[in-house]
Every structure is written in C-alpha cells, then in structure tokens.
C-alpha cells in the first residue's frame, strides 16, 4: 500500500515553540520503517516546514492511506487533514494516532477520520493496514475500511484490538520494544531544519516509555496506563552507532532513571568510541542525589537536561506531588553548573499566584544563575489528577484545542487579572533571558549567529504573548 504521513504545523492560535525548536517526527519515522519492511511504501510529510498544503501533497503522491499524528493542540488540524485528504480521495483510508489520540481518543470522532489508534501505535497501524490488505482481496483490489470495526463486534478473528471503540479500552501491551529503528532517512530533505535551542540537526531518540513518577500535573502515565519500561541498553546503543550527527535529543520522559543503568549506559558509549552529545530529560532529586552519575555522563558527552523545577516553593512541589524540595532543586542545578552542564529549568506557574509570586520566582531563578527557561501555566489536562478540581473554572473551551498548548491560560486566576498574569509572565521572560547578562552568556558560549537566531524566535514567541495580554480578558464559556 501507499501511505502518506503527515506531521502537522501548528495553528497560529497556539503559542509556538516551533520559533525556539522544530525536532524531526520520529513517531512517523518509526511507523515508515516498520511497514516499509512489510513491501508497503511511505512518504512523510512535515508541515511545520512545509510551504503547501495537505490537497498538494495527497495529489501528488496519491495514497490509499493518509495517516497523522500530533499532541492535543493539533486536535483540529489533524481532523481538517483528514477531511482535505477525503475530499481530494474518498477512497482514502485515514488514521490518527499520538499520545493525546491514546488517552482522549474521542476527541478525534469525525466522519473523515477511519481509525483512530488507542494504544500500540506501530503494532496497530500495520494490523490496520493488513486488514485492509484483506479487504482488498476480497474485493478484487478496492482498498476500503471495514465498518465492523466501528461497531459493537468484538472479538472477531480479524478485529484490530487496539483501535478507538467507544466504551473499549484495549490493554497496552508493548512493554518490550521489539521494532524496526526509525527511519531517518525519510526526511532527509528537513534534516538540516532540525534543531533544539542551541542543538543544531538535533536526532531524536527513544529510550524508555512511560514515567515511574507520578507528578499531578502530567500527562506521562496516562499514556502508558501506569507502565514504565526501558529498551536495553545494548540496543540503545547500537541505534546510537547509526546515528552520523552528532547532537542527541534523547526524548524519553525522564532518562535519569536508576544509577547502574545510567553509569553502564556511559561506559558502554565509552567501550565503542561513540562521540556524540546528549540533551535528556532529567529529575532533580536524581541530580541532586547522584553527582558522581553526572560527572562521569558529562565525560561522555551530556550537553544538558531538561529539568522540571516547578517552583521555588516547597509547599506547592508537594501539592504537585513532584517529591523534591528547594533545597533539593538548588543542588541540582549546582551541580549542573559544576560540571559544565547546561540546565533548562522548566516551571509551573500557580494559578493563585500575586505579583510577588512572580517577583519571588524570578529572585530565586536569578539567584540559581538560570539562562533558560520555560514558564508554564498551570494547566489541567484532561486525563490528569487536576483535571476535575479546575474544569468549573476553565476560560478556553475544551474544543478549543490550539490554546491547549501549556502557554496559553486556560484556567481563570484566583487573584489577579487574566491581563496582569500574561504580563507578568512577559516581565520574568524578560528579567530572565533579556537581560545583557544572559545575552553576553549566550553569545561567549554559543556564538553570535546561534544566539541571534534563537532571539528572533524568541521574539516570535514575545508576539504571541502581546496577543494575549492585549485580549486581556476576553474568554468564551464551555
């Protein structure tokens, strides 16, 4: 079969990290190389890059199948993809998949969307194409999707387990990871695109799924149902000799997880002259509690990490359930810094919060001598603990999925105005990154060009963000 993929470009709507960071699509890369392996053929699609539309490219490779994945944001877009692709072909067969497609799959409901895939993404989407392969047997070569599918039938030997029934929730079953590497090629045309900050034709990687934490704000377990496992290291590496860039984004939920792993994980890199640098995503407490890990991770190329401080508050890390303190952050990040390891400290910001909530946080960042950043607002996703305590308050509508983007406020404030919390967070961005300090830092460690232009996109992002503040406090019922 033919199957286009399409990774999808951002609503203007949604305040952007695209302007800061556009990393290559290796769900899909996963998905091409899985079912290529089978005789099918794939193309994919990147419409962050891209310059025309989704009817261009559906003409042009002709597909029977058009597939597309994306996060909550995406929610419209990936079902307007699906209806260009049905009015250009009715025939099309289309499917949706990603993590928010797993947790909130009747978000997806639509009469252009054919499958939605509920868990087991590179499993289920090769069963959805070998049973359309049937299909086409038995109907002497028409590619078409089985409408049993949708139905109340379960427990056909052909059903597909795994795709969205109402009321069914399949179990999630790939707690090993026996697939294809992604392939990478497929996108060599975007490849010199790619990029994270300051980490130019970043590659991405996966190494576990799922989290072992179980932080109230996040995402991360649901999509696993509560599951976490780890690929062997051994594999891990062998993908990592495949690689011929250099910068490294490895993209697991935390990767900081156990000593011995980590440390065998160094020496393995070690044992077969891999030279690369890595970006992780990595917890306080494991910093904070392993210096000796970190060390011996920088000789080996650790670049930076991803950390989730959250606050400078000890109370509210308890009531996230995050299981640090600011003590326990505050020797984190020294040791970062001690070993020449770039920290980019992510942080919730309270929906009760004043004035001097803001001004105390940018005190305590400027104290940790903190360059980079990401200020979120509290935000309930649907699926996560918090959700039900802040639905009655919600001042974006849930259909609204383009401002679900975990910049946009989607939860009015208790204390002060929607405007004045926009513009509060505007002040500490600046305080924070706008400052001929951080500047001057920037330009001696990364160099001119790399700092202008991680600065023009900031801009961007500031745009987005006098948007809001000049919407002020405009906000539409559920």
């Not at 891209?50 to 079902?79: A, Q, R």
């Not at 289920?124 to 109340?152: A, M, Q, V, W």
């Not at 190494?207 to 690929?231: E, V, W």
């Not at 401080?309 to 009531?319: M, W």
Request: proline letters at 4%; a neutral charge; hydrophobic letters at 35%.
């Amino acid at each position: 079969m033919n199957v286009l993929l399409f990774r999808p470009r951002p609503d203007k709507e949604t305040i952007g990290l695209q302007n800061v960071m556009i990393c290559e699509p290796l769900e899909l890369e996963y998905i091409s190389a899985n079912i290529e392996a089978l005789g099918h053929t794939c193309t994919i699609v990147d419409m962050i890059i891209e310059k025309k539309n989704v009817p261009y490219f559906v003409k042009l490779y002709n597909p029977d199948v058009v597939g597309i994945t994306g996060y909550i944001s995406h929610v419209n877009i990936m079902k307007r993809y699906a209806k260009e692709a049905k009015e250009v072909n009715e025939n099309i067969v289309t499917i949706i998949g990603g993590v928010h497609a797993e947790v909130n799959p009747g978000d997806f409901e639509s009469p252009y969307v054919d499958y939605i895939i509920r868990a087991n993404g590179i499993r289920t989407f090769i069963d959805i194409l070998n049973k359309l392969e049937k299909n086409k047997e038995k109907t002497g070569g028409e590619i078409k999707k089985d409408e049993k599918e949708t139905s109340e039938i379960i427990g056909e030997e052909d059903e597909i387990e795994c795709i969205y029934v109402p009321g069914k929730k399949p179990p999630k079953k790939d707690t090993t990871f026996n697939y294809l590497y992604p392939d990478r090629d497929k996108v060599n045309k975007y490849r010199s695109k790619y990029y994270y900050m300051f980490h130019r034709n970043c590659t991405l990687i996966k190494t576990s799924f799922g989290c072992p934490y179980n932080c109230k704000f996040c995402f991360c377990r649901q999509i696993m149902d509560d599951q976490y496992f780890a690929r062997d290291l051994e594999d891990i590496v062998a993908e990592l000799e495949t690689i011929p860039e250099t910068e490294i984004y490895i993209v697991d939920d935390d990767f900081l997880v156990g000593r011995e792993r980590i440390l065998k994980f160094c020496d393995l890199l070690e044992q077969k002259g891999i030279e690369k640098k890595y970006l992780i995503y990595g917890r306080a407490d494991y910093v904070a509690a392993n210096e000796d890990v970190i060390k011996r991770f920088k000789e080996v190329g650790l670049r930076a990490v991803i950390v989730g401080l959250e606050s400078c508050d000890s109370r509210q890390l308890d009531d996230y359930n995050k299981r640090t303190n600011v003590e326990i952050n505050e020797k984190a990040v020294g040791i970062l810094k001690k070993y020449d390891v770039e920290c980019y400290g992510t942080f919730i910001l309270g929906l009760d919060w004043t004035k001097a909530d803001f001004n105390a946080l940018h005190k305590w960042i400027k104290k940790l001598g903190l360059v980079f950043v990401n200020l979120q607002p509290l935000t309930p996703l649907r699926g996560t603990d918090i959700y039900e305590k802040y639905k009655p308050r919600f001042i974006v509508r849930e259909d609204e999925y383009e401002k679900w983007d975990l910049a946009h406020l989607v939860v009015r404030p208790d204390n002060i105005s929607v405007r004045k919390y926009y513009w509060y967070t505007m002040v500490l961005y600046y305080k924070i990154t706008a400052n001929p300090v951080s500047g001057w830092y920037m330009v001696k460690k990364y160099g001119l060009h790399d700092t202008l232009k991680l600065s023009f996109g900031a801009v961007a992002v500031n745009n987005q963000y006098w948007k809001k503040l000049i919407e002020g406090e405009r906000c539409r019922k559920n």
